[in-house]
């Protein structure tokens, strides 16, 4: 029944054409150098700490590994991390 409704919503959005990551519920993360991290659409932070960061999304979790890393913004779905940041994985 979900991919279904995931095949459904995906030609909804390329006929209508609108961004995926809006209609599918889908993260959208934008890296700036190493530095700084923006995500969209996550589900809130699983576990923190200067080194390692886990955020919950709709499909599994990110892991976000660095040095000095902070939570610079937080709101209900969107996130801005700064910080040396070493590694980005999705993990389900």
């Known amino acids: 029944m979900e991919n279904?409704?995931?095949a459904f919503n995906r030609a909804l959005a390329d006929f209508l054409e609108i961004p995926r990551d809006l209609v599918l519920d889908i993260p959208k993360l934008t890296l700036v150098g190493r530095n700084e991290l923006y995500l969209e659409n996550?589900?809130?932070i699983i576990q923190y700490n200067p080194?390692?960061?886990r955020i919950n999304l709709s499909r599994g979790f990110l892991?976000?590994?660095g040095q000095n890393m902070e939570i610079k913004a937080l709101m209900p779905e969107e996130l801005?991390?700064?910080g040396e940041i070493t590694s980005v994985r999705y993990r389900d």
């Open 4 to 6: 279904r409704r995931e």
């Open 63 to 65: 892991e976000i590994e």
């Open 42 to 44: 996550h589900r809130g």
């Open 80 to 82: 801005h991390i700064i």
């Open 51 to 53: 080194n390692l960061l």
